[in-house]
């Protein structure tokens, strides 16, 4: 199916097609149709707000801004909907070509004595302390706000403020700092006024009219004293912040067009990646965690190439019981490397959702290489990794009861309803927690009700019978033979050391799989809390297979080392192993927190946690089950050469 699919998608490029909602749309001038399908109407759609101080997103409409309430809004797929995406129209429409200077959008008034108004207005103004910002669409594109940082680079920004305010000592918060003339002490300043300019390509070979390659914004902030004949030229726009009375806010904008020929359609999203100077990190990080694989692979290669060679050619030239009564380490634990774990149930069901993750995942990265789930496509990331989330139910139940079966478990519906109910149910316990936390507080990021009991018919209707037929198939099918006979009598394990001790390995284990994610990480956490636009996807799918490599190679090192020691418990260890840098990456996430970002308030405190917990689980069982398939291949090739009688 992969294979269809690819070859599908480089028949589309080579036919010269374009993915869904990503086509070129042309544009030209009022009242020239000599092109087909040629729009002369320029559409601004506006996107929900959000701000890096916190994790309560809003909708548009909550700020009473202008609105356009007589269009239908955009429909909005999975993704969007998880993500709090609530696109909506906008009044703010301008003619191709034609430009605008200081065009009045309307005016919002506001009566502090009347309850409602000033209610609206303090929510404004919390908005403005917080630092929210718009997010505006002007043909599927951001419309970006560019300003300069330091060493002359500029950074463009998918987003602008609604404001900023100026403390009581005159220092100026977030925005302020780009006006000298925001001098009012505890005052805030509204950006009621943008400069938008558009950037077209013409297409005159293809006689196609023109293309949008750019949208950018500058906000600003007018006093208008004629509200109904704005001129945009007097001072700065400010609300004192214990202002009593009647307070008006006259929104108007202006719109200029740019043609642009150095910038092509196709690559008209470059100059927002461009001005994310992440690239050189991203090798660095590439370099770090390939040191890593080398140093492992080494190791490996050791034990491989020369102390197993050794080990299996002089155990299998003995010729008496007595010659292997003299051996010691993981050759004396042959008869009991394959007994059952305790617990073998609750490892299958793990290790059933954790092998749903991982196909997702491995899936999800390879389109996203091929570019199908780009930012311009909205929301297709979280839509495709659910859709496939929920159609992999038949591997999970299969991988679950075929081990479960190996363990020699006999309670197979037990097991079945664990993979199809367990890992999935504390996940979606967890997010409908999180969901009520959003409803109470008016976010735009809650989930309609409608859409939750959509998701819960894809689990039950769907993923949960697909679970169901593939546990069939896994109990139908006969055990896993292993390559040596497990004794009826277990065999005592001596005293430990220290470093071969279960907890001792298990948290050494997690440590160099994270060091080769951190980075990585960091750039992931970036872009779902700040707000960054996150595409480097080449990066993240090479780190996503030194991650496989890395957790393989580390559990086969210390599950050689237990065996060495005559401690023949490897599967829940070799699980644990991996599965602990799921600790390190919320031990990290906990540093990013109290480091990196300014977020206040309780609600938003828990909801950052509530979905950290989430994003732990699933990174837990998805390094575990690389762990314990690794390990499992190893144990099961060392003793498939060992002559037992």
Sequence with gaps: MLLWLLGAALLARAAGFYLPGLAPVSFCEPGKDQVPD???????????????????????????????KTMKRPSENLGQVLFGERIEPSPYKFEFKKPAVCQKVCTRTYDTSSPSDKAKLDFLKKGMLLNYQHHWIVDNMPVTWCYDVEDGQKFCNPGFPIGCYVTEGGRAKD???????????????????????????????????????????EPKSYENPNDDNP?????????????????????????NFVEDKSIRWASRWDYILESMPHTNIQWFSIMNSLVIVLFLSGMVAM??????????????????????????????????????????????????????????????????????????NRGALMTCAVVLWVLLGTPAGYVAARLYKSFGGEKWKTNVLLTAFLCPGVVFADFFVMNLILWGEGSSAAMPFGTLVAILALWFCISVPLTFIGAYFGFKKAGIEHPVRTNQIPR?????????????????????????????????????????????????????????????????????????????????????TSGFTAVYFLVYAIHYFFSKLQ????????????????MALIFFLFTGTIGFFACFWFVTKIYSVVKVD
């Design 492 to 576: 005592q394990i001596p005293e430990q050391s220290f470093y071969t001790k279960p907890l001792p390995g298990i948290v050494m284990g997690g440590i160099l799989p994270f060091g080769c994610i951190f980075i990585q990480l960091f750039f992931i956490l970036n872009s779902i809390w700040s707000h960054q636009m996150y595409y480097m996807f080449g990066f993240l799918f090479l780190v996503f297979i030194i991650l496989v490599i890395t957790c393989s190679e580390a559990t086969i090192l210390l599950c050689y080392f237990h065996l060495c020691a005559e401690d023949y418990h490897w599967q829940w260890r070799s699980f644990l």
């Design 303 to 376: 034990i491989m190439l020369r102390t197993l060679h050794k080990d299996i050619a002089r155990y299998n030239q003995m010729d008496s019981v007595e010659d292997a009564q003299e051996e010691f380490g993981w050759k004396l634990v042959h008869g009991d490397v394959f007994r059952p774990p305790r617990k073998g149930m609750l490892l299958s069901v793990f290790l059933g959702s954790g092998t749903q993750i991982f196909i997702m995942t491995f899936v999800t990265l390879f389109f996203a290489c091929l570019g199908f789930l780009s930012p311009a």
């Design 231 to 255: 001129d945009c030229a007097g001072g700065p726009k400010f609300l004192k912040n214990k202002y009593t009375g009647v307070f008006k806010i006259p929104y108007t904008y202006s719109v």
């Design 175 to 217: 925005a302020c700092v780009v006006n000298s003339n925001f001098k009012e002490k505890d005052a805030f300043y509204i950006f009621n006024h943008v400069d938008i300019t558009i950037h077209y390509h013409i297409v005159e070979h293809e006689q196609l009219g023109a293309r949008l390659v750019a949208a950018k914004i």
């Design 599 to 614: 977020i206040t308030g309780l609600a938003s405190t828990i909801l950052y946690f509530g979905y950290t917990m989430i």
């Design 38 to 68: 040629c729009k002369s109407t320029i559409e601004l759609f506006v996107n929900r707000l959000d701000s890096v101080e916190s994790v309560l997103p809003y909708e548009y409409t909550a700020f009473d801004f202008c609105s356009e």
